[in-house]
């Protein structure tokens, strides 16, 4: 028998799940109706699974996720959200995610995918799992476009290097870095730096990533 904590802010959707889950031989420990309650109550209860919905005020799915695969050990998360686009799958699973599925899912596969991720596995529904590899494949082909030594240049433009910081940072004149910067406007048919990093961004050929940042 599991020990699973609902979280999500629309209450008959948490009374369905729970009849549900109930009449399944499972055990609802908790409700809660924002990321904040669900992290106290995963804190005090330490199910084996909390349902998570992302979209939910005070704090949202994501970052409850977060912080509770974080905090509390031996709690797995299951997201269950209206949101079925890759942006928020990816996020939600570098939070700690063990499952992914949209509120379209029948119960048969909800209850199914919380006994899986019980017993170890990561599980995402097919047709986001689909997307996935899809935009995966898309990014792959998109990085073809620029060389190695652009995308590190544009990557550190766009965690705000300006352009003397990323000369001296990999060892190679500002001019140089000037010159990569025009080839990458010709590529990605730009024609200033801001839209260069916006595009590259779009088409994931970089990240805005906040952990590499210039010296002050």
Do not use: C, W
Not at 6 to 27: C, F, M, N, S, V
Not at 36 to 64: C, F, K, N, Q, T
């Amino acid at each position: 028998m599991l020990r699973i904590l609902l979280a999500d802010d629309h209450k008959i959707l948490r009374d369905g799940i729970r009849r549900g889950l109930e009449a399944a031989g499972e055990t609802v420990v908790g409700e809660a109706s924002n990321g904040e309650e669900a992290i106290a109550l995963a804190r005090e209860l330490r199910p084996d699974i909390v349902l998570m919905d992302l979209s939910m005020p005070v704090l949202d799915g994501v970052a409850a996720t977060r912080r509770i695969t974080e905090e509390v050990i031996g709690t797995k998360v299951v997201v269950l959200t209206m949101h079925d686009d890759v942006g928020r799958t990816k996020a939600a699973i570098n939070a700690g995610a063990s499952g992914y599925l949209t509120k379209g899912t029948s119960f048969t596969e909800v209850l199914e995918t919380i006994r899986a991720v019980a017993s170890g596995e990561t599980v995402l529904s097919p047709q986001l799992a689909i997307s996935m590899l899809r935009a995966a494949d898309e990014a792959a082909s998109h990085e073809d476009l620029l060389s190695d030594r652009q995308v590190e240049i544009l990557q550190k433009i766009a965690n705000g290097y300006g352009t003397k910081q990323v000369a001296r940072d990999l060892g190679i004149t500002q001019k140089t870095v000037h010159n990569h910067l025009n080839a990458i406007y010709r590529k990605l048919d730009t024609q200033s730096l801001t839209q260069a990093v916006l595009s590259a961004v779009r088409l994931g050929i970089i990240d805005l990533d906040q952990t590499d940042r210039p010296e002050i």
